[in-house]
């Protein structure tokens, strides 16, 4: 944990960042709202849909059994082989996953917003579809003012 702060530290200029880290006061509403989301969905799982999303949610692009270094180097192929220090490559990690997240939301808020008789779909209703995926980054907030997804959420 200490690494990740002197991480941190590396591109905090102001140090707000880091006094927050350290304060002991940590509410975050955005946060408490998504595992409240999280919790009701996962209400609806059966059993095999519960551990296949157990499964996708600890998901890292960095680590694994026998595979890490096999993902490191698909990750940072991805990010253009950068020369990055280790503990940089956590904090990536973190921020991609983070991406991921608020993307896969949104898809799956837009899904819930369009209801089921609004399309035909040659998959399963449950699937999310492209259209899922474009929705959420148009109404990213993020997205929407300076076009990027790193730090964003979903514009209800």
């Not at 799956?108 to 259209?131: C, I």
């Amino acid at each position: 944990a200490q690494s990740i702060y002197d991480t941190i530290g590396l591109f905090d200029v102001t140090g707000e960042l880091q006094r927050y880290l350290k304060s002991d006061v940590k509410v975050d509403e955005e946060k408490r709202e998504r595992l409240k989301r999280l919790s009701e969905r996962t209400a609806l799982m059966d059993e095999d849909e519960y551990k296949e999303y157990t499964v996708a949610r600890t998901y890292s692009f960095c680590a694994g059994h026998g595979v890490r270094k096999a993902k490191i180097g698909r990750f940072l192929k991805w990010l253009g082989n950068p020369e990055i220090a280790p503990n940089a490559l956590v904090v990536l990690n973190y921020m991609a996953c983070e991406m991921i997240c608020c993307i896969v939301e949104g898809a799956l808020w837009s899904r819930r917003e369009e209801g089921k008789n609004h399309f035909v779909d040659v998959y399963p209703f449950k699937a999310l579809q492209p259209r899922h995926y474009e929705e959420s980054l148009r109404k990213n907030k993020a997205y929407m003012i300076g076009g990027n997804i790193l730090i964003g959420t979903y514009q209800c």
